[in-house]
């Protein structure tokens, strides 16, 4: 008889400790693409793009220069003279390996700074939208893999609703 008493007692437990929490989903990458602010922030970092390209094109053009004279040097040259060349042109494809990859990273690092206030935004709406509807955690679906998510528990309707965005069409199919 304890036994049953002590098994229906931990169902009941069960039961309500299940209750007291309730999960929502946000797909924050889309609505983040949609905010009118991400046009903003493509447009800006675009311009910053730009800007490290063209310094990026004044090392290219020295190196093809190099290249093109090294290619009209007279075969009569010693092989000592010639692989001073080639070193200078190597040294010169390493250094613009690495000005492509700094720029990619700096690219990064500008894009990171000018979502975050986006981000920030959107972290308050998303605070907001659980609070109102007593969701004890919200999950973001971009970025993590889920085995089952229940629609009706996705608050990015409700979320893009505070940031007054509208859900685009969904794909055409071919």
Do not use: H, W
Not at 133 to 145: H, K, R
């Amino acid at each position: 008889m304890k036994l049953k008493i002590v098994l229906i007692a931990l169902c009941f437990t069960g039961f309500f400790a299940n209750g007291q929490t309730k999960v929502g989903s946000v797909d924050s990458e889309l609505i983040v693409g949609l905010m009118p602010e991400s046009k903003i922030v493509l447009t800006k970092l675009n311009e910053y793009a730009k800007r490290l390209d063209s310094s990026y094109q004044v090392k290219v053009d020295d190196y093809q220069a190099k290249v093109a004279a090294f290619k009209k040097l007279d075969p009569s040259l010693s092989d000592n003279f010639k692989k001073i060349k080639v070193d200078e042109i190597t040294e010169l494809e390493r250094g613009l390996q690495q000005s492509q990859d700094n720029g990619n990273k700096l690219i990064q690092l500008k894009r990171n700074e000018l979502m975050r206030p986006l981000y920030k935004i959107l972290r308050d709406k998303i605070a907001e939208v659980a609070k109102a509807e007593s969701y004890t955690q919200i999950l973001t679906t971009t970025g993590n893999e889920f085995a089952y998510i229940d629609v009706n528990f996705d608050i990015t309707k409700k979320v893009m609703a505070k940031l007054g965005l509208k859900m685009p069409p969904p794909p055409a199919k071919k």
